[in-house]
């Protein structure tokens, strides 16, 4: 069976996909070089100068030969666009009309309200006059993804494609889960990295994840068995299929007890499952595949690296000024994905790769991200 991959960026799953053994085709938007080493890229900016887009996405994709269609962020935001790819192909995912549920703000909200999840007060077009003037509110786009083209909200009048989260202190954390459309097994949890000016992202981007996310031993199975309902209860509602994520924030009841916060749901492959695949040394795309199909598995291996004090880590380094990349061959041996092709030209604020890195303890992985980060930027003299 031959996949075809699609999204905005495909790097990380295609090379799941890799290592799991399968056949597979892939198209998004940046075509990066350490992609095209190991599986068929097609690249909407670099073989057919198009921006990126849903529609563009369609356009290539539908003439892409494949028997099956996986897809990625952000194509959970255009159910549509997801049908026309998936015509006279198996759809492994997420249905059209799951996204156009699961997707919906006003839907999911009433939802998490009913189904006892906290879940951040959100505000559609037309509601603004609901905000407390003593609280903190950010807009972010309906079609939300990234973290990008969300601030925070001074007063005025939405948009029809945005809309308005308070704005929650804590700790910004994500996890991931697989599901049958019945049950879920929930893989494990990450603290989110957004806004790290130190790697070059300002606002609310994000520009990475630390695996897992830090907590005391108790603390741990508290917000375990929380995101493990909340997956649960996602799953049965909206019948999601296949590797799913859900971010929230961390934060804290008036007791001390921790407390997640749900802020989005991802019904797809995220950028943070790459990290899970290095823990439990397990094709993340391989349980994709058999969960979509009715598969799931009831348990996961005992993470490689045990309940050690080891944290893995992925950082997106962002350039702080418009740069040309040099020669680009050894990244890959050096921890580095996304690897950009030798004499690209990259503009301030766009992402330049991704590094990875482990250690003993949270602050050491953070340290060796940045490390690493700096690595990158004195080679090309950002």
Request: charged share 25%.
């Amino acid at each position: 069976m031959r996949i075809l991959i699609v999204g905005l960026s495909t790097r990380a799953i295609a090379e799941s996909a890799y290592e799991a053994g399968c056949d597979v085709v892939t198209l998004d938007y940046f075509g990066d070089s350490d992609q095209r080493a190991l599986v068929e890229n097609h690249s909407l900016l670099r073989d057919y100068d198009l921006a990126y887009g849903p529609e563009n996405l369609v356009r290539i994709g539908r003439d892409l030969v494949a028997d099956a269609l996986v897809y990625a962020a952000s194509l959970e935001n255009y159910p549509s666009a997801v049908a026309d790819l998936a015509e006279g192909r198996r759809l492994l995912g997420n249905e059209p009309a799951v996204l156009s549920q699961v997707r919906n703000w006003d839907v999911l909200r009433e939802f998490c309200r009913q189904a006892g999840i906290s879940f951040a007060k959100t505000l559609l077009p037309g509601e603004e006059g609901l905000a407390e003037r003593c609280g903190r509110w950010v807009r972010k786009p309906v079609h939300s993804g990234g973290g990008h083209d969300v601030d925070f909200w001074e007063g005025g009048v939405l948009d029809r494609n945005q809309i308005l989260q308070t704005y929650i202190e804590g700790v910004p954390a994500s996890a991931a889960f697989v599901a049958d459309g019945e049950d879920s097994l929930l893989v494990g949890m990450t603290e989110q990295l957004i806004g790290r000016e130190e790697l070059g992202a300002g606002g609310f981007t994000w520009c990475g994840n630390i695996l897992p996310l830090e907590l005391s031993p108790a603390d741990r199975q508290l917000v375990w068995s929380d995101i493990d309902t909340i997956a649960s209860r996602l799953t049965k509602r909206f019948s999601l299929r296949g590797v799913n994520g859900v971010d929230f924030v961390l934060t804290r009841s008036a007791t001390g007890r921790p407390r997640p916060v749900v802020v989005e749901v991802n019904p797809r492959y995220t950028a943070s499952m790459e990290l899970f695949e290095s823990a439990y040394d397990e094709s993340v795309f391989s349980l994709h595949i058999q969960a979509a199909e009715g598969h799931l598995p009831t348990s996961l291996d005992r993470p490689r690296w045990g309940w050690s004090n080891t944290y893995l880590g992925k950082a997106i380094v962002y350039a702080k000024r418009d740069v040309k990349v040099p020669e680009t061959g050894g990244w890959f041996g050096l921890g580095r994905r996304d690897v950009p092709h030798a004499g690209e030209r990259i503009k301030a604020g766009h992402p330049i790769c991704t590094v990875l890195t482990h250690s003993d303890g949270r602050s050491g992985c953070w340290n060796r991200l940045l490390a690493a980060a700096k690595d990158v930027r004195r080679e090309i003299g950002d």
